[in-house]
């Protein structure tokens, strides 16, 4: 079944240095792949997707993330780390089921952004 | 364009009384889905609509849960009676496609918060 692994429960990052959340997927075929930003009381937003069309993936803010089906990973990234981006994210797979598609969530990163 | 609405944001209960939760969906949006996250996890999908049809609600514990979704729009999802387990941040979440493919991006709302006491 198709499921997703965050490495990291927390991450700290100094304000500017890179940041990297790990994210590993289980697929018994080409996935679809996101990355979801959840701000404190505010909804998820999303950062990035993975479609097949390409494996670097650029989103909003800055982040991106590749996909490395070797390594079965989809790692988030961001050369420079702002105070804006101390949020939790999530990475999500999308699983088949009856005929159509679900999300499954990891268990999130929540990144803290040191000044 | 206006996001997904959610009400109310936050709601505290005692338990084994009822609650209910409302959301509007973007405009347009077809397919609705409720989830349920609970504190340090991901969100767990309970119940999915495309239009005022339920099509996967697999996850939602009806003894106590119910939602509906009339004229294929607003939703509203229920407790009764909640529970001290109950306690989460309930996610409404929206999108474009019926039947949806592997690449449909979710639009989520703020959420509400229920305390259960």
């Known amino acids: 079944a198709q499921s997703v692994t965050q490495l990291d429960s927390h991450v700290s990052v100094s304000e500017g240095t890179p940041v990297l959340l790990r994210c590993n997927y289980s697929s018994s075929y080409s996935p679809s792949l996101f990355w979801y930003v959840q701000h404190p009381n505010k909804g998820l937003q999303l950062l990035l997707k993975?479609?097949?069309?390409?494996?670097l993936v650029k989103g909003i803010n800055g982040f991106e993330a590749e996909f490395k089906k070797s390594e079965t990973s989809f790692h988030l990234t961001k050369p420079s780390a702002h105070m804006s981006d101390a949020a939790e994210y999530f990475c999500v797979v999308s699983r088949p089921t009856s005929g159509t598609y679900k999300y499954i969530f990891g268990t999130g990163t929540r990144l803290k952004v040191l000044a | 364009e206006a996001g997904v609405v959610q009400s109310p944001r936050y709601k505290i209960i005692e338990k084994k009384q009822p609650v209910a939760f409302w959301c509007n969906p973007i405009s347009g949006h077809n397919t609705l889905y409720w989830y349920r996250q609970n504190l340090g996890q991901g969100p767990e999908l309970l119940i999915r609509?495309?239009?005022?049809?339920?099509?996967?609600d697999s996850q939602l514990p009806k003894d106590r849960f119910s939602a509906e979704r009339l004229k294929g729009v607003d939703s509203t999802l229920k407790i009764q009676p909640a529970e001290l387990g109950d306690s989460a941040v309930y996610l409404c979440?929206?999108?474009?496609?019926?039947?949806?493919?592997?690449?449909?991006?979710?639009?989520f709302g703020p959420g509400t918060r229920l305390t259960v006491l």
């Open positions: 993975y479609t097949s069309a390409a494996t």
């Open positions: 979440a929206s999108s474009l496609s019926l039947a949806g493919g592997s690449t449909d991006t979710q639009y």
């Open positions: 609509y495309e239009n005022e049809e339920a099509v996967d």
